[in-house]
Structures are given as structure tokens and as C-alpha cells.
């Protein structure tokens, strides 16, 4: 597993592309949004599979819609986990048929918090609240360019 740092200088330029062809989003913020998903990758495979739970709030929808997207392109994203953590980092779907009771949900999003505040720090968790707010799913619905 390399560190976070190392992970970071990762550039896809591809990937960005294919997410602004998809979404009203300029260039250098999809790229953030890019460099925030290879965050939230590291920590999944870091062993920390509370992230892989489903997703107590709204707030990663954005990292998981550029998530989407890197895996379209699947040699890239094969090599890239392969390279950084020597192994396949799955994406598993949640389904909205379960029911969720509200105080699990809260307690789940409150363990999915501290656990980016510990290993990501406060700012990249403040800024991930922050997608939440800009990025609802009305918001990201809007921001599909029509073909």
C-alpha cells in the first residue's frame, strides 16, 4: 500500500475529461473532485470498509459519480489500484430498497466522519460536506449536459 502522498500525484487527465464531457463541471474543479476520489480510494482500501457501507449522507455522491467514471476506464483503474494498494478496489453498489433506521444511519455517518477527520483530516472532511451541499441529486441531475 503506498501512502496517501504518493497517491496523490496520480493524474488521469482522461478520466477529468470524461466526467466535464458528462457534467456542467469546468475542468480544474472536476480535477479536485478527481484528486478527492483517489482520497476517498486510499481510505477505502486502507481496510477502513465503514466507507464501503452504504453512504449515510449525500455528501460523496460527487466523489462517487467521478468514481463511476475512473472505472469506465478499466485498465487504467485496474493498474492504478493494482500499482497503489496491490489489489482491485471494488465498488458495491447500494440499494435503496433497504430499509435504514435513522439512528443507525446518523450513527454510521458520525463513524464515516471520524474516520475521514482521523486519516484525512478535518479539511478534506469539511470539503466533502461542502460537495454534499453544492452536489444534491437534483444538482448533479442538472448538471448532465444533454447529448
Request: charged share 20%.
Amino acid at each position: 500500500m503506498k501512502s496517501l502522498n504518493s497517491i496523490l500525484t496520480y493524474k488521469n487527465d482522461n478520466v477529468v475529461h470524461k466526467f466535464v464531457e458528462k457534467y456542467n463541471i469546468p475542468f480544474e474543479e472536476s480535477n479536485d473532485i478527481f484528486t478527492e476520489t483517489l482520497k476517498w480510494l486510499w481510505l477505502s482500501a486502507n481496510g477502513k470498509n465503514l466507507l464501503q457501507e452504504k453512504i449515510a449522507k449525500s455528501s460523496f455522491l460527487i466523489i462517487d459519480k467521478m468514481w463511476h467514471t475512473f472505472l469506465l476506464f478499466t485498465k487504467d483503474y485496474a493498474s492504478f489500484c493494482q500499482t497503489n494498494f496491490g489489489e482491485f478496489v471494488h465498488h458495491v453498489p447500494s440499494f435503496n430498497n433497504t430499509p435504514t433506521i435513522l439512528t443507525s444511519y446518523k450513527a454510521l455517518y458520525k463513524k464515516q466522519l471520524l474516520l475521514i477527520i482521523n486519516n484525512l483530516g478535518e479539511s478534506t472532511m469539511l470539503k466533502w460536506e461542502s460537495y454534499g451541499t453544492k452536489y444534491t441529486k437534483k444538482s448533479i441531475h442538472q448538471l448532465l449536459k444533454s447529448k
